[in-house]
């Protein structure tokens, strides 16, 4: 087969209950990729139980300018008076093009910087980069992404592009979540196209496709099968497929324990290989 399918668990280190989902999605064999939060309340449990238990997990750093603390103080331009990231997506645009004063762009990657070298110093193997709430698709930003990859001798950065694709779910339409992903879609897409000359400055690698922006929060078996069934006669391509997975205990379902659940879901996998996926990650 020549084609390659990576399921790729985004918020590693979120919380104990991100770790769990984890945990047992890889036990299940699907899931084979995961991005860490370096920030992330749940970040020694992962690094030191979660990521030992799991010896064939690849581990990217889920780089993170949006939610909860930074690791460096006096970032002024990212945080509040108590180190709480502030920014929404639209601020960081501007931020980011404000070409007077490069401030921005210089604590961004500082903070990058000690995100990758927390992972780095826990004993991690850093297999890719990614962010977020795809907060390194921004141009500017994915420049120093890219930068320190290469300076990191991190080969593999994810983008953003997906093909448009229906589901046959007319509710799931109606959705107010995917009204705002389908105008997500668009600025990703339009920004992947952008950072392509980027990737091929630095000489990374990436995903060719991804699945998990159209139908973002509304993530189900069906949705990845689709997106799956639209890229299915492509040839020597990897699409990602970016899940949130979250193993609560106490019995609540929401759209990240449904992505739990597709990690031990069967019949997906099946479909999969039927498409002509090859399961994997990013060592291979």
């Known amino acids: 087969m020549s084609n390659k399918f990576v399921l790729n668990a985004d918020d590693l280190g979120m919380s104990e209950a991100n770790n769990r989902a984890v945990l047992e999605?890889?036990?299940?064999?699907?899931?084979?990729s995961a991005s860490i939060v370096s920030n992330g309340e749940a970040f020694d449990d992962a690094a030191g139980r979660i990521i030992k238990a799991c010896p064939d997990l690849c581990?990217?750093?889920?780089?993170?300018?949006?939610?909860?603390?930074?690791?460096?103080?006096?970032?002024?331009?990212?945080?509040?008076?108590?180190?709480?990231?502030?920014?929404?997506?639209?601020?960081?645009i501007v931020k980011s093009y404000n070409f007077k004063d490069k401030t921005f762009l210089t604590q961004?990657?500082?903070?990058?910087?000690?995100?990758?070298?927390?992972?780095k110093n826990a004993?991690?193997?850093?297999t890719h980069l990614d962010s977020h709430n795809h907060i390194h698709a921004i141009p500017p930003i994915f420049n120093i992404l890219c930068k320190i990859a290469k300076e990191f001798g991190i080969t593999q950065v994810r983008t953003q592009f997906?093909?448009?694709?229906?589901?046959?779910?007319?509710?799931?339409?109606?959705?107010?979540?995917?009204?705002?992903?389908?105008?997500?879609?668009?600025?990703l897409n339009m920004f992947t196209v952008i950072n392509d000359s980027i990737l091929r400055k630095y000489n990374l690698k990436t995903n060719d496709y991804i699945i998990g922006i159209l139908y973002n929060n509304i993530m189900t078996s069906l949705t990845v099968s689709y997106g799956l069934r639209t890229l299915r006669n492509n040839k020597?391509?990897?699409?990602?497929?970016?899940?949130?997975?979250?193993?609560?205990?106490?019995?609540?379902?929401?759209?990240?324990?449904?992505e739990y659940q597709l990690t031990k879901n069967k019949k997906l996998k099946n479909k999969i290989e039927e498409y002509g996926f090859e399961i994997g990650n990013y060592k291979n």
């Open 108 to 119: 961004v990657e500082q903070e990058f910087r000690a995100q990758i070298e927390k992972v």
């Open 162 to 187: 997906e093909k448009p694709y229906i589901v046959p779910d007319v509710f799931i339409h109606l959705n107010k979540i995917y009204l705002k992903n389908i105008f997500k879609f668009f600025v």
């Open 236 to 258: 020597n391509i990897t699409a990602e497929i970016l899940i949130h997975p979250r193993r609560y205990e106490n019995g609540t379902i929401d759209n990240c324990f449904t």
């Open 59 to 92: 581990i990217g750093v889920h780089l993170n300018i949006t939610d909860g603390k930074s690791l460096l103080p006096d970032l002024n331009t990212l945080t509040d008076e108590n180190g709480i990231f502030y920014n929404s997506y639209l601020d960081l």
């Open 25 to 32: 999605g890889y036990e299940c064999g699907i899931l084979k």
């Open 123 to 126: 004993g991690i193997t850093i």
